[in-house]
């Protein structure tokens, strides 16, 4: 395989494919990114088995053909050349890579052992770039990251009321963003879909008017530009999170979003471990923020707010408020409470597709 | 327990030679016979060492430490400085560290936490090897090996996958199967107790204590 191709064009496509290479790759061949020229194509193609990314770029071609190159280090090699040209020659044996005046060779893997890759599915729907990111990132901070929870390592995207809905839930919080009038799943259609590979689509799709979303039975393709990100889908099912939201509330406050991030930021600076709550004491006079520690003090800060209900103190993981309010969109928005050990709900007044239940946490 | 500081010189002769050069250095003759010389640094390993079984010849300016083998430990004693002999009396063996004792004893009590209709024969049920944490009986009268661990590792599958062994050959409890527990059970040791055939088992101390966690669940 030879090619000459622009560094930047080369770099990009490196690395997002290298987002999908485990540094503690299950496999030798798995660190490696594989490389295709065909026909002036060249597809970059990183796995872990579980999620592959693939990425296009057109090169100027001489010899078609195939290799697997470390990933890390391939990509290391064409960030620091100048700027301009790189020409790549790969073999059975060795990668050669130059630009300018400098010259690498680095050794190849044998591309023969790295794992075919399912195919995606055929059929495809076509989804609103910016809405589906925007939906995504809603959700992501409450999908779990523990190794041990498998199922909840994913995002649940489902059919709700002629939309879509896509959840999430650690079991300290759950994040529920419906896409109304959206259709990119079957009637009764239930997907779980891996919280890493949703990151890695939300982050491709800034820039993009749409992405294509494709479903088989046990992966989900999405192509995103010159870029197709192939990820299993999680097996299992996911908690039953519609009886988690209580359906009322007693006590309501409203209170300004960034004025509410801000005080939290503020007064979270006493507690000096995760594990320290914050405290909201609501009532008619408004809101009042504090955070207690033993070992290093305390902190207070009044914010107004709008309160309808009984005088109520409740504590929540700060972390978890915080995100929880971040992904709110609008000016204002509202937490609603049954008492200090029940779940609690935060949304926003302008746009309801978003809900976050949180669980308080026990204080003294 | 025989302490003996001593400048001295050791030879071993066995598998391979190895000299310490002179220098004052501890000798221990522990009741069962072993031998051991320390220097002045590092928390428990020798720099030379015979275990029992072995006899010891201890003239006045050389002892000749030989086992079964005919392996041999040679100390040259150009100056005792110090030499002191006690009475040790009975090892109480290692204590676990409090956590992991209480655990213990939190699921001796209620072994129904752990699995339905589990109840108690004994705890630290003795093996030859050592003894198992908890046995226990199923709802059908099967024996239950139980190992109990602070941090679940591929250390104490191993442990119990022993025990197992070992009580396999008793025909009054054989079939035996096992159950690890732990608060945390790291996944390289759920995998490894899921390829030995033992079950294992995550538990709350909180839980078992009745302290409620601080941070509550949706589920």
């Known amino acids: 395989m030879k090619f000459q191709c622009e560094r930047d064009r080369l770099a990009e496509a490196l690395t997002i494919a290298g987002r999908a290479v485990s540094a503690r790759a299950s496999l030798p061949v798995l660190s490696g990114v594989h490389l295709e020229l065909r026909h002036g194509t060249l597809r970059v193609t990183g796995s872990d088995l579980d999620l592959t990314i693939s990425s296009v770029v057109d090169v100027d071609g001489d010899d078609d053909g195939i290799g697997v190159v470390n990933a890390k280090l391939l990509t290391d090699i064409v960030r620091v050349l100048d700027e301009g040209a790189v020409r790549m020659e790969v073999d059975d044996e060795e990668a050669r890579i130059s630009a300018g005046r400098s010259e690498f060779a680095v050794r190849t893997v044998a591309a023969a052992e790295f794992p075919n890759l399912p195919e995606p599915a055929t059929e495809g729907v076509e989804v609103e770039a910016a809405m589906f990111a925007a939906a995504v990132r809603q959700v992501l901070p409450a999908a779990s990251q523990d190794v041990d929870r498998p199922i909840l390592r994913g995002v649940q995207m489902e059919t709700e009321d002629a939309g879509v809905r896509l959840v999430a839930t650690d079991s300290y919080r759950l994040s529920v963003r419906d896409l109304p009038g959206t259709t990119f799943l079957a009637e009764g259609q239930q997907v779980l879909v891996p919280r890493i590979a949703l990151s890695e689509v939300a982050r491709l799709l800034d820039d993009q008017q749409s992405l294509t979303l494709r479903l088989g039975e046990r992966d989900a393709t999405f192509e995103v530009g010159s870029t197709q990100i192939v990820t299993r889908l999680i097996e299992g099912a996911f908690p039953n999170y519609r009886s988690l939201i209580p359906s009322s509330h007693p006590n309501k406050l409203t209170v300004g979003r960034d004025v509410l991030l801000d005080a939290v930021r503020r007064v979270k600076v006493v507690a000096r471990d995760t594990a320290t709550p914050v405290r909201l004491k609501m009532s008619a006079d408004g809101l009042e923020l504090s955070v207690t520690t033993q070992d290093y003090g305390n902190a207070l800060e009044q914010v107004d707010a709008k309160y309808e209900g009984s005088e109520l103190t409740v504590a929540f993981n700060p972390e978890y408020l915080t995100a929880g309010v971040e992904a709110a969109t609008g000016d204002e928005v509202t937490i609603e409470t049954i008492d200090n050990l029940k779940p609690s709900l935060v949304s926003s007044p302008e746009s309801p597709e978003y809900r976050y239940v949180l669980m308080p946490v026990r204080f003294p | ?219």
């Open chain 2, 1 to 219: 327990m025989r302490l003996v500081i001593a400048r001295c010189s050791v030879d071993y002769d066995g598998r391979l030679t190895a000299h310490l050069p002179l220098a004052v250095r501890l000798i221990m003759v522990k009741a069962d016979g072993c031998v051991a010389i320390h220097a002045d640094g590092g928390a428990y390993k020798p720099l030379n060492w015979m275990n029992a079984p072995n006899t010891l010849v201890a003239d006045e300016d050389q002892w000749v430490v030989r086992n079964p083998k005919g392996e041999t430990l040679t100390i040259s004693i150009e100056e005792v400085l110090a030499d002191v002999d006690h009475e040790l009396g009975e090892d109480p063996g290692l204590r676990k560290d409090g956590v992991e004792a209480h655990l213990q004893e939190l699921l001796a009590a209620n072994p129904a936490h752990l699995r339905e209709g589990l109840r108690l024969v004994r705890r630290e049920y003795p093996t030859d090897i050592g003894p198992v944490d908890l046995l226990c009986r199923d709802a059908e009268g099967r024996a239950v090996a139980v190992e109990i661990k602070r941090r679940g590792e591929m250390d104490g599958v191993e442990q119990l996958a022993r025990y197992l062994e070992r009580l396999e050959r008793d025909p009054s409890l054989r079939p035996v199967t096992g159950l690890f527990v732990a608060q945390q059970i790291k996944p390289q040791a759920r995998v490894l107790a899921e390829a030995r055939g033992i079950a294992w088992r995550e538990v709350d101390y909180d839980e078992l204590r009745g302290i409620a966690p601080t941070e509550l669940r949706l589920f």
